[in-house]
């Protein structure tokens, strides 16, 4: 797992996260409801408002805890969901095999120099939104994330 996925996540803020849970599925929610302890809705109330509530709960509990497995989660189906062009992207920029942007050999982008990687990182925020590229990073523990220019999640993605 990637290390500081929290604290990117975090630094989504409120409006960004709740606006990116929206974009998961009901499963990568219950992942990261889970995770977080977040409690099932009643069912006196519509599905939205039930949804947006265990949203709300989610965010402040993961703002105060900093939980890096719930955090994973949501990147996870974050990036699966709208970051797969990005991914597929940077992966064919440094010639790694994939299908459809899923790995096929887990060990695929260890092998590669950080200089190399880095680089590409740094070409694909050209493109797409640089909070995407670190959270990506982050999550597969790539070298050169720290080197992005700082993430301003607010804006709506470029790519």
Do not use: C
């Amino acid at each position: 797992m990637g290390a500081g996925i929290a604290r990117l996540v975090v630094d989504l803020g409120e409006e960004g996260f709740l606006r990116r849970m929206e974009d998961l599925s009901g499963a990568e929610r219950r992942e990261i409801f889970h995770h977080l302890e977040v409690p099932s809705g009643g069912a006196s109330v519509s599905a939205r408002q039930r949804n947006a509530k265990r949203n709300g709960l989610a965010w402040e509990r993961l703002a105060s805890g900093l939980d890096e497995h719930a955090a994973e989660a949501f990147a996870r189906g974050y990036l699966a969901r709208r970051g797969m062009p990005m991914i597929i992207e940077f992966l064919d920029r440094l010639g790694v095999p994939h299908e459809g942007g899923y790995l096929k050999e887990d060990e695929a982008l260890a092998k590669l120099g950080a200089k190399e990687v880095g680089a590409a990182l740094a070409a694909l925020t050209a493109a797409h939104e640089t909070y995407d590229v670190r959270l990506y990073a982050a999550l597969m523990s790539l070298p050169g994330a720290e080197d992005l220019a700082t993430p301003a999640p607010q804006d709506e993605a470029r790519g």
